[in-house]
Each structure stands twice: as structure tokens, then as C-alpha cells.
């Protein structure tokens, strides 16, 4: 997944005329402006919606001491990568909604895809460091404050971004590649499934590193939170009493929504074979993975999290 970016990282010409391109026609969702005209105003509330709820969560959690606990401080990191992530495509959407040729500078266009797959490695790396923090939680909690002190969240949250840095945005200087047949885009956003679908020149490189990084990227995170969510569950098997389970689930539950739903639209998009040409199921599949789970994150914490309502309702006592 990471890979592909460099593929764009060359010099890009099309190949056809020799003509240098300097931007990108987005075909966005619908060519008809009724139904434009109503995705914006259904993507204008999502997008409120994703920043509101993440923007929410992340000041009660720096306000209130009691959310001051290691899950929440990785929390709080989920929800400022969910609203970087809307904030790279969905303002440019609602943008171009109403034009009837929407087109991206190429220079931004590469700009978006890297800071969008860097956004999307940081949030895979994450998900699997708050099952590692669930794990320890759960398994050892007698020694849960010595493993998860104050500076190991703060190196892991460090390791986390720059772990990302290194595997999304370092290798895209290394490869070269080409556009050819014009510089029109099936997206509404620079999605590098569907920019990869202009490249003409040899990119079986890109594709075999491409291959190698999505494994360090999103399977092996996955494999890790299944394999730690498989050692959660045989220790809840030994917890006898009612609120030990109930307490087990309240604590894992809301995470596990977000790794089920997340993971599954990613590798949906990502793990499958690709065809020649991008297909509108697959931009639905990428308005669900790039818009609607940023959107759904704060709703399950906050609505399945007595902690996160509980600090809520102290905040708006203290006005």
C-alpha cells in the first residue's frame, strides 16, 4: 500500500504526445449536478460530524485528569488521524462539487496521496499499540501502570509516527514512473488505486516493494491484534465473576469495532486482485473507508465509553 506513491514520483509525461502534466481531472462521484448538489450537503455534515466528535474527544481527554490514562492518549492520537485524514480529501470535495471540471495541480495530487497513505500506515500501527495497551491491561494488571508508564506511551506514540514517516512518505523518492492516455482520474480524491491505473512504464519494482510493505504495513499489525485479542480472550475465559467479563468487554469492545471495521475495508480495497480499470464500487468502498469510518470512530468510543460520557457530563457541569 505505501509503495505506490513513488511509482508517481518521477518525471510525468504523457507518453502519447510527449506533453508534460501538470494536473489531474477528477471525476468525483456522480457527472449529475442534482445528485453533486446532494452529496455535498451529506458530505458537508459527515465531514462536521468526523471533526466535531474527533475535536470532542480530544479536548476531554487533554481537560479531564481522569481520561488521562494511556488508552485515552492513544485515543486522543486516533482522533487527531481521523481528522487529518477527512481534512486531506473531503474540503477539496465539497469544493469541486459544483464544478463541472474539477482538477487537482499534480504537485498537490502527489502531495494528498502521501500524506493520505502516511495518515492511513500511522492509524494500522496504532490500532495495533491500543491492542497491545488492552492486552496488558487485561493480562497483567497488577503491573499495568510499570509496562504502560508515561514514557513508554510517549516513545510508542513517537515510534508510531516516525515508524509511519519511514514506511509512507522515505520511499516514495526512490522510484520513478510515467503517466500515459491522459491525466483523467476515476475518484473524487488522488486515491493511488485509481492513480496507478495512468501509469504506463514498468512498475513491477513499485509492485513487488509495494507488496512487501503492505505486509509490514497492514498485515502484520493485523495478524498482531488478532494473535493479542486471541491471549485476551483465553485470560477473560479464567475471569469468573460477572463484572470482571462485563468490565473485559466494555474495555476491548469499542476497539475491536474500529480493528473489524477498519481492517475489512481496507483490505478490501487494498489486498485485492487489481483490474485495469477503477470501478465506482471501488469508490464507494474508499468513501466508506476514507470518510465514514473517521465519522464512526468518536460515535462507538463515546457511545459504548462510560469514561468518555462521564467526562462529558463534568464538562458541561462546569459551565
Same mark, same amino acid.
Request: glycine content about 6%; aromatic content about 10%.
Given at each position: 500500500?505505501?509503495?505506490?506513491?513513488?511509482?508517481?514520483?518521477?518525471?510525468?509525461?504523457?507518453?502519447?504526445?510527449?506533453?508534460?502534466?501538470?494536473?489531474?481531472?477528477?471525476?468525483?462521484?456522480?457527472?449529475?449536478?442534482?445528485?453533486?448538489?446532494?452529496?455535498?450537503?451529506?458530505?458537508?455534515?459527515?465531514?462536521?460530524?468526523?471533526?466535531?466528535?474527533?475535536?470532542?474527544?480530544?479536548?476531554?481527554?487533554?481537560?479531564?485528569?481522569?481520561?488521562?490514562?494511556?488508552?485515552?492518549?492513544?485515543?486522543?492520537?486516533?482522533?487527531?488521524?481521523?481528522?487529518?485524514?477527512?481534512?486531506?480529501?473531503?474540503?477539496?470535495?465539497?469544493?469541486?462539487?459544483?464544478?463541472?471540471?474539477?482538477?487537482?495541480?499534480? /504537485?498537490?495530487? !502527489? =502531495?494528498?496521496? #502521501? +500524506?493520505?497513505?502516511?495518515?492511513?500506515? %500511522?492509524?494500522? $500501527?496504532?490500532?495495533?499499540?491500543?491492542?497491545?495497551?488492552?492486552?496488558?491491561?487485561?493480562?497483567?494488571?497488577?503491573?499495568?501502570?510499570?509496562?504502560?508508564?508515561?514514557?513508554?506511551?510517549?516513545?510508542?506514540?513517537?515510534?508510531?509516527?516516525?515508524?509511519?514517516?519511514?514506511?509512507?512518505?522515505?520511499?516514495?523518492?526512490?522510484?520513478?514512473?510515467?503517466?500515459?492516455?491522459?491525466?483523467?482520474?476515476?475518484?473524487?480524491?488522488?486515491?493511488?488505486?485509481?492513480?496507478?491505473?495512468?501509469?504506463?512504464?514498468?512498475?513491477?519494482?513499485?509492485?513487488?516493494?509495494?507488496?512487501?510493505?503492505?505486509?509490514?504495513?497492514?498485515?502484520?499489525?493485523?495478524?498482531?491484534?488478532?494473535?493479542?485479542?486471541?491471549?485476551?480472550?483465553?485470560?477473560?475465559?479464567?475471569?469468573?465473576?460477572?463484572?470482571?467479563?462485563?468490565?473485559?468487554?466494555?474495555?476491548? /469492545?469499542?476497539? !475491536? =469495532?474500529?480493528? #473489524? +471495521?477498519?481492517?475489512?475495508?481496507?483490505? %478490501?480495497?487494498? $489486498?485485492?486482485?487489481?483490474?485495469?480499470?477503477?470501478?465506482?464500487?471501488?469508490?464507494?468502498?474508499?468513501?466508506?473507508?476514507?470518510?465514514?469510518?473517521?465519522?464512526?470512530?468518536?460515535?462507538?468510543?463515546?457511545?459504548?465509553?462510560?469514561?468518555?460520557?462521564?467526562?462529558?457530563?463534568?464538562?458541561?457541569?462546569?459551565?
Amino acid at each position: 500500500m505505501t509503495q505506490v506513491f513513488s511509482t508517481f514520483s518521477g518525471n510525468m509525461e504523457d507518453m502519447g504526445n510527449g506533453t508534460e502534466i501538470t494536473e489531474v481531472v477528477l471525476l468525483g462521484l456522480s457527472r449529475h449536478p442534482q445528485v453533486r448538489a446532494a452529496l455535498f450537503f451529506i458530505f458537508l455534515a459527515m465531514y462536521l460530524v468526523t471533526v466535531g466528535g474527533n475535536g470532542l474527544i480530544v479536548t476531554l481527554i487533554v481537560i479531564d485528569s481522569h481520561l488521562h490514562t494511556p488508552m485515552y492518549f492513544f485515543l486522543s492520537n486516533l482522533s487527531f488521524i481521523d481528522v487529518c485524514y477527512v481534512t486531506t480529501s473531503v474540503p477539496q470535495m465539497l469544493a469541486q462539487s459544483f464544478t463541472e471540471r474539477p482538477t487537482v495541480s499534480l /504537485g498537490r495530487c !502527489l =502531495a494528498q496521496m #502521501g +500524506i493520505a497513505l502516511f495518515l492511513a500506515v %500511522a492509524e494500522c $500501527l496504532l490500532l495495533a499499540i491500543m491492542a497491545y495497551d488492552r492486552y496488558v491491561a487485561i493480562c497483567s494488571p497488577l503491573r499495568y501502570s510499570l509496562i504502560m508508564s508515561r514514557k513508554v506511551c510517549i516513545l510508542l506514540a513517537t515510534g508510531l509516527w516516525v515508524s509511519a514517516f519511514l514506511l509512507s512518505i522515505v520511499p516514495a523518492f526512490g522510484m520513478k514512473g510515467r503517466l500515459c492516455g491522459g491525466n483523467v482520474v476515476n475518484h473524487f480524491k488522488c486515491e493511488v488505486q485509481a492513480m496507478l491505473k495512468l501509469v504506463c512504464s514498468d512498475t513491477r519494482a513499485s509492485v513487488l516493494v509495494m507488496m512487501m510493505n503492505s505486509v509490514l504495513t497492514l498485515l502484520m499489525p493485523f495478524a498482531f491484534i488478532l494473535v493479542t485479542y486471541g491471549r485476551i480472550g483465553l485470560a477473560v475465559l479464567y475471569i469468573r465473576s460477572e463484572h470482571g467479563w462485563s468490565k473485559a468487554l466494555s474495555t476491548c /469492545g469499542s476497539h !475491536l =469495532a474500529v480493528v #473489524g +471495521i477498519f481492517y475489512g475495508t481496507t483490505m %478490501a480495497l487494498y $489486498l485485492r486482485p487489481q483490474k485495469k480499470t477503477f470501478a465506482n464500487g471501488e469508490k464507494v468502498t474508499s468513501v466508506f473507508y476514507g470518510v465514514v469510518i473517521p465519522m464512526l470512530n468518536p460515535l462507538i468510543y463515546s457511545l459504548r465509553n462510560r469514561d468518555v460520557k462521564a467526562a462529558l457530563w463534568r464538562a458541561l457541569s462546569r459551565k
